[in-house]
């Protein structure tokens, strides 16, 4: 009877253990587009690089209605990959032919450093996905400086949770992908 009364209060126990827990979420930018590269200068893509504290798939976010300074991770919900990892596989996909020109030689590279990468609310139910970055386009056949350019990207998170943040990321990566094309375009050094 006492190992009866043990065992029920140990199954009790552990279910009352893992049913507290949230249902554990993973998100990335969805599905990417055609497989067909983008029109466009062959261009190398870098790998993204990013911030120390960037190097996680922790979902951040900020509470800028208490103190922006703090950076805090959804506990339930996580990126497939660090962000700049995420970053590098998509702009690849979409960036001046990026997806055709590894391993062979091209005349201009695309380095880019992320800085931010987060969710902030400006209170409990406004949010906007925030992003970052210094994006550095090497002509390998000029003697001229590198051309850079600061960008920041933000858009309205349609929710204002995880989920939320996940699909202002994602409209995010397409504007970024559009921006650098157009960058691209617009500097002229690319085209052999």
């Known amino acids: 009877m006492k190992t009866l009364v043990i065992c029920l209060a140990f199954a009790l126990l552990t279910g009352c253990v893992s049913g507290s827990r949230p249902a554990s979420e993973t998100y990335d930018f969805g599905i990417a587009g055609s497989a067909t590269a983008p029109p466009g200068p062959d ?57 055709i020109v590894r391993g062979k030689t091209v005349r201009c590279g695309l380095t880019l450093f992320l800085s931010e990468f987060s969710q902030v609310f400006a209170d409990a ?31 309205a998170a349609p929710t204002p949770n995880a989920a939320g943040a996940a699909a202002a990321f994602a409209d995010i990566a397409a504007a970024l992908a559009d921006e650098l094309n157009a960058w691209i375009r617009e500097a002229g050094i690319c085209t052999n």
């Open 125 to 155: 139910k406004d949010s906007r996905a925030v992003l970052h970055m210094r994006a550095t386009l090497i002509d390998a056949a000029a003697t001229g400086p590198a051309r850079v350019r600061e960008i920041r990207l933000e858009r």
């Open 43 to 99: 261009v190398f893509i870098a790998d993204v690089r990013a911030a120390e504290w960037l190097g996680t798939t922790d979902m951040l976010y900020r509470l800028a209605y208490r103190n922006p300074r703090v950076l805090t991770p959804y506990s339930a919900s996580r990126w497939a990959g660090p962000p700049a990892a995420m970053l590098t596989i998509r702009l690849r996909q979409s960036v001046g032919n990026g997806a």
